[in-house]
């Protein structure tokens, strides 16, 4: 029999110690070689694991910050290459990450050596597989019964949605008649005109801005439900469901909402079945949802129809995808017109270049605002609403990264090897756009200007790309033919000085952008 003396056990666990640190050690090498010993960030753990992701930015940790903090040192190591690595020393997986748009597009633009990684697509399907949550084997099945929803007949009908809710908001929050006022919470309303515009358009139920949508289930109205799923996809997705039952009251809520939201649009599954199909001449039959459903229903029997729990999760994602990109993206231009006060003018002057005696404008209006749509690009371009994407080769190749003595950079990436494309540093690359932290509209005007790749690129891009720019443009036209947007400054502050203090309040979590902040609104007086 052995025995152990007191003294044994702290030399056991010293041992233990010594082993488990050599086995991170040997990891973190094995790790150094899958990135071909790129320099880099270096973090306790990976973006990609779930302390990486949870804890807060800082020094030692990436939360979910960790390119926007670090937007001023990375890239600009010895050799300014446009590809370097993060790794993590205690675990995580090991990731490449770019500021290049040409490796965006090489990426992106080829399905058949790259896909999603499982990590990502699992991420994102709190209700199942959607449009947005499947591998290239499955995802053409989605895309065609989502994509007739995005047909060109439903713009117009976005931009009259966006007309009636601007007056409606005005009204509702007693603005209409004040010569000035403050907005007290710019992303809360930009968030609420998202949410009603993709909720009046998408599901065509006519709301007001002081309604709910729908009954309350729960206690809690659809707004309430989706406002807390959203924030929580990722924990509602990855979390063991029996997590969910835990005596905490955050995940209690968070389990509530998700099950009173899966009944919320079952029930308007249910209920637009049952009014049948209706003619295409009906106003009905053109918002997406109808579209949706009319082309499911056109496949029922076959492989290629969706499953009811595959329409909820679709429904769910396409309004998480249109609210986040909107909001975030229109909250970001507004203060940047609001500190930029030159670019504000330019804006002002063309829209009532177009709306004669400040008409309200039409869609027709939409291709005649070139300066109001390049003031949403470089809205996007600085605050991407979504800052990055991830993807992993099915199998072992090359990358060819531009480098600053002309000569491409081949880089070998091993299949399953994930490629962070940073959005905040291909929006940022100096190569890529003059003067990159200026907030320049005019850039846009340019046709050799590199075009945003945000909504992403090739087989894959988003198929909400014109609802968002077409809302965004008609939002931003009706408030700056009314109002003069101003920031609320301190005793002394610069407009650089605030908006540099206002573009250290951000947060990101599906969606990225600046917290809550307020702004001024004076009504201009029209000749």
Request: with cysteine; net charge neutral; charged share 20%.
């Amino acid at each position: 029999m052995y025995s152990f003396s007191l003294l044994s056990w702290p030399i056991a666990l010293a041992g233990i110690l010594l082993v488990l640190a050599i086995d991170r050690i040997l990891a973190y090498y094995r790790g150094l070689a899958l990135v071909s010993y790129l320099p880099g960030e270096r973090y306790f753990f990976s973006p990609v694991s779930i302390p990486g992701a949870i804890l807060p930015t800082s020094k030692w940790n990436p939360g979910n910050l960790w390119m926007w903090s670090g937007r001023g040192r990375v890239y600009k190591r010895k050799g300014g290459s446009e590809i370097e690595s993060c790794l993590g020393w205690l675990g995580g997986m090991p990731l490449l990450y770019n500021n290049s748009p040409e490796v965006a597009k090489q990426v992106l633009g080829n399905k058949s050596v790259w896909d999603k990684p499982q990590i990502i697509i699992d991420s994102l399907a709190p209700f199942g597989p959607n449009v947005f949550a499947t591998n290239q084997a499955d995802w053409p099945r989605h895309r065609r019964i989502v994509a007739p929803g995005f047909g060109g007949g439903l713009y117009p009908a976005v931009w009259n949605e966006t007309v009636n809710t601007y007056y409606d908001c005005l009204a509702t929050e007693k603005w209409e008649s004040e010569d000035s006022f403050i907005m007290p919470n710019v992303v809360a309303i930009t968030s609420k005109f998202a949410l009603y515009l993709i909720a009046k358009s998408g599901f065509g139920i006519d709301l007001s801005w002081n309604e709910s949508i729908g009954e309350k289930i729960n206690g809690m109205t659809m707004p309430e439900c989706f406002e807390v799923t959203s924030s929580s996809v990722v924990l509602l997705s990855m979390l063991p469901r029996w997590m969910f039952f835990l005596p905490l009251k955050a995940l209690r809520r968070l389990r509530d909402a998700r099950k009173a939201l899966d009944l919320i649009l079952r029930g308007i599954i249910d209920k637009r079945r049952a009014e049948g199909v209706v003619s295409t001449e009906d106003q009905r039959s053109k918002n997406i949802f109808s579209l949706l459903l009319k082309a499911n229903d056109g496949e029922k029997g076959s492989k290629a129809a969706l499953s009811d729990q595959e329409l909820v999760s679709n429904v769910f994602l396409l309004l998480l995808a249109g609210h986040e990109t909107t909001s975030r993206a229109l909250a970001g231009t507004l203060g940047l017109l609001a500190c930029h006060p030159t670019e504000q003018q330019k804006a002002y002057e063309e829209v009532m270049s177009v709306l004669k005696k400040g008409n309200d404008p039409t869609f027709d209006d939409f291709e005649r605002l070139p300066f109001i749509q390049g003031c949403f690009s470089e809205g996007l371009r600085l605050f991407p609403s979504s800052p990055a994407m991830i993807r992993a080769p099915l199998s072992d190749t090359v990358l060819s990264i531009p480098s600053t003595n002309g000569e491409p950079l081949a880089i070998p990436v091993k299949a399953d090897q994930l490629i962070w494309i940073d959005w905040i540093g291909v929006g940022r690359n100096p190569r890529v756009y003059a003067a990159p932290d200026s907030f320049m509209p005019s850039r846009w005007l340019d046709p050799t200007t590199e075009p945003l790749l945000n909504f992403s690129y090739g087989p894959r891009v988003c198929i909400g790309k014109r609802f968002a720019l077409t809302e965004s443009v008609g939002i931003l036209c009706l408030l700056l033919r009314d109002h003069q947007i101003e920031p609320i400054l301190k005793i002394g502050q610069t407009l650089q000085e605030w908006r540099t203090e206002w573009e250290t309040n951000v947060d990101s979590n599906i969606g990225f952008g600046p917290k809550p902040f307020p702004l001024k609104m004076t009504r201009r007086q029209l000749a």
